[in-house]
């Protein structure tokens, strides 16, 4: 999933495209396209609550698209820093096969599918 022609696992691509479903974590991706930011920072940009930016960020980081790092501030205060990992996805029948017959069966592929589902959040316009 790196940028640097490494494939990706197939058995990840259900928490990349599942973290990508959501617009709000696309305007993440591209807040930190400039370089890593802290969250209340990132917050004020993109104009929503830091409880709620934290949710997105625990999606795309559990998708390994952005890391969290925390980090002592001037006041000796504990900033939390995010910044966006390197990746570059080819989605093609051929992956999407691939981690299809990745998938586990049965009581294990409803772990997958629960760890993939969408948590109830609110739209990209409301707050």
């Known amino acids: 999933m790196r940028g640097d022609g490494e494939s ?3 058995t990840r691509l259900p928490l990349v495209v599942a ?3 959501h617009p709000q974590r696309l305007k993440v991706i591209a807040a930190l396209r400039g370089g890593r930011q802290y969250v209340s920072a990132l917050a004020r940009e993109l104009q929503i609550s830091r ?3 934290y949710l ?3 999606r795309l ?3 390994g698209l952005v890391t969290g790092s925390l980090e002592l501030g001037g006041e000796g205060k504990a900033v939390k820093w995010y910044a966006l990992e390197p990746f570059d996805i080819h989605l093609t029948p051929a992956a999407v096969a691939e981690a299809a017959a990745a998938l586990p069966a ?3 592929r409803a ?3 629960q760890k993939t589902a969408r948590p109830e959040l609110p739209g990209p316009d409301e707050k």
Request: net charge negative.
């Open 19 to 21: 973290a990508l479903d």
């Open 56 to 58: 997105h960020l625990e």
């Open 106 to 108: 049965g009581p294990e």
């Open 111 to 113: 772990a997958v599918r």
């Open 51 to 53: 409880p709620l930016l």
């Open 61 to 63: 980081e559990k998708a």
């Open 8 to 10: 990706m696992d197939p």
